[in-house]
C-alpha cells in the first residue's frame, strides 16, 4: 500500500522555540557542529490504491487546510513507498539497535 | 550548508491518537481512500561543514537519545540537501499557492 508523506514545518521567517530547545539542549550536551534546529511535523497517509495525480492534489489540498497552517507554515508532499521511520524491518538508516 | 533531516514516528504497535483524529476529520470532510494516518515529528538539523560519516554517527545517537523515545518511537536519519519545506523558494511538491 503506497504510503504518502506530508512533512509540515514552520516557515523561516518565523521563531521556532521547540527547535531552539533541542538546539540548546544540543549545545549542553556537548555537540558541535549543528547550527540550528527547526521541529516540524511528519504525517504518514496510508493511501488505498495508486497514487493518482488526482489523490496528490487532493492530499496537496489537504495538507494546505487541515494539516498545516498556511500562515505560519509550509509543507511538502512525497510519495514514500519504502523507507520511512514506521517500518516494521529497520533499514539501514532507521532506529535499530546498533 | 548541508541539511540532515531526523524522521521521528510512533511504533506501529503503538496507539496514534493525533493520527486517528486526523484521520477522522478526513472522514468527516468526505475525503475517501486514505487507509491511515500516523503523525510524527521532523526536526532539520542545519550542520556545519560537510555530513561525514562520524557526524552522521553522532546525529543517529542523538535521534535515538535526544530527539526520540526509542521504547514508543522509530527514528530515520537523512540527508536532505535540496527540497524541504523550510525550503525559502517552493518548489515543485512544496505548498505554494496553486
Known amino acids: ?6 512533512s509540515v514545518m514552520p516557515k523561516p521567517e518565523i521563531l521556532d ?9 544540543l549545545a ?5 557542529g549543528v547550527t540550528d534546529v527547526r521541529q516540524g511535523k511528519r504525517f ?14 487532493e492530499i496537496h489540498d489537504l495538507a494546505e487546510r487541515l494539516l498545516s497552517n498556511p500562515v505560519i507554515e509550509n509543507y511538502a508532499v ?10 516494521a524491518e529497520p533499514a539501514a538508516t532507521t532506529g535499530a539497535p546498533r
Chains 1, 2 share one sequence.
Not at 1 to 6: D, E
Open 1 to 6: 500500500m503506497p504510503r504518502v508523506v506530508v
Open 17 to 25: 522555540p521547540q527547535g531552539k530547545a533541542v538546539h540548546g539542549a
Open 28 to 32: 549542553r550536551l556537548g555537540v558541535t
Open 44 to 57: 504518514e497517509l496510508e493511501v488505498d490504491g495508486e497514487v493518482t495525480d488526482s489523490r496528490l492534489a
Open 78 to 87: 512525497s510519495v514514500d513507498p519504502v523507507e520511512t521511520p514506521s517500518a
